[in-house]
């Protein structure tokens, strides 16, 4: 008989073997369907069409993310747009497919976890099978024969195998090692299914919010506070972290040749109202607020301008973001006055922290730092278009039913200038102060995903280090001679790399034999 039928010697994994046809019974066809459901091969087909069905959403605006953009994508794509929305590309995560999918992949990691975790946790407390019939038929084997008795060659046999699972059987041995590479197997798929558990916890609970603060101000962790919002879809605004912050002083270093070298933002922030903190949020090293983590994502620079009417008034005195559009920070800005009384101003600047003129007369920055400030202002005069109930963008300006200011002429402003407009009214630049952006993210299931993280990795290594394999011995006489000679045969097997179990297998032969 040969070792292939001797299913105990073999069979070296925890595998449930299942039919692959339905049966004949009523339930044979959806008994099949789960058993296909199940199996490792739907596993990963699924996990591929999972990352597959991500693709979308890296490639088009998300309605969650951007909605604004989505729009604008809609409006320019008339015919393909709609299409798309239709089959849900604009909400990829949350659409009926990919829910599918993840639930499916979920279902499916499960159905077959279970009774591989069955059956391993069986075969871990069964004993090593009994010794095949034929040994010599074994991959590795050997035969000798001695002088000693056979519970003498056996004790030593035993001595050898320490660290294997060894039962001795009247005259025959079996020992066994390596049960852990089935249950690293085990644990890097258990922990998949916690990591989606996870992704699926933080996405239904979870919160992203950005919000870009100016020396001397700050915001409290509520939904109204926060320039552009991401949350789950389970997401509830009673679940925030309640804790304010303000942003005392940002400090940027930069080399010479102008490459950032540090980002510093201190700040301050107390939690339910209680004793106001120090720290510096740098880059990597975020402010953790019980289940809150506060990221610096972004700085830039704010002229500090006032604003007067045709009276004198002050109406607007206020720093104003500007947006950086190089690396230089040459920065882009809007300025809008609606409070005026009779008619309404509104300015388009560009702010430069190093000032150079090209070639062009464009003014350009040519160095990071505050070197030489300056902001280049274009006016109008006119109706905003705010009073009309449309929301507009703080970084945009509608001139439409508006006129330029000093005949469409640019006005560069230093630090202290004033610049002073038709009718009375004037815009001084004071001084620069630096905007900081923060992003502050809850996210409840980050420890799981973490620890699920730790187990893929861990039970990866198990699985793929660690070989699984047997061995057998047996002990007999020659002939019915009581001075006969003992005769020894040993055989062994391993599921995977046969060419390192014959090492380890000869290793093991010579210190039975007392050879080493």
Known sequence: MSIQSDEEAVRLTTQPLVAQ??????????RFLWRQLTSMRTALLLLFLLALASVPGGFLPQRRINPIRVSQYLAHHQQLGPFLDRLQLFDVFSSVWFSAIYLLLFVSLIGCLFPRTRLHLRALTAKPPKVPRSVRKLPANDRWETTESAD????????ALRGWRVVRRGDELSAERGYLRETGNLVFHLSLVLLLIGIALGAFRGFKGTVLVVEGKGFSNTVASYDNLQPGT?????SLVPFSLTLDA???????????????AQVHWSKDG???????VRVNHPLHIGGAKTYLIGHGYAPHIVFRDSSGA??????????????FFRSTCVIKEPNTSGTQYGFSGVFTPSTQLSRFGEPISSFPGLR???????????DLGVDGGAPQSVYDLNTTAMKPLDAGRRNALLPGQVWHLEGGASLAYVGTDEWATFQVTQDPGKLLALAASVGMVGGLLLSLFIRRRRLWVRVGRVGTDPGAPTTVEVGGLARTDPDRYADEFAGLVKRMRGIE
């Open 250 to 264: 940002f400090n940027a270093t930069y080399t010479p040749e102008g490459h950032a070298l540090t980002f510093d």
């Open 21 to 30: 046809q339905p049966g004949t019974d009523l339930f044979g066809p959806l």
């Open 372 to 382: 030489n400030p300056q902001l280049t202002l274009l006016g109008f005069q006119g």
């Open 314 to 327: 002050v109406v607007d005195d206020r720093s104003v973001p500007c947006l950086p559009q190089d690396t």
């Open 274 to 280: 209680g004793a106001s903190k120090p720290y510096d």
């Open 234 to 238: 389970r997401f509830t605004p009673s």
């Open 152 to 159: 003498a060659v056996l004790a030593q046999a035993e001595k």
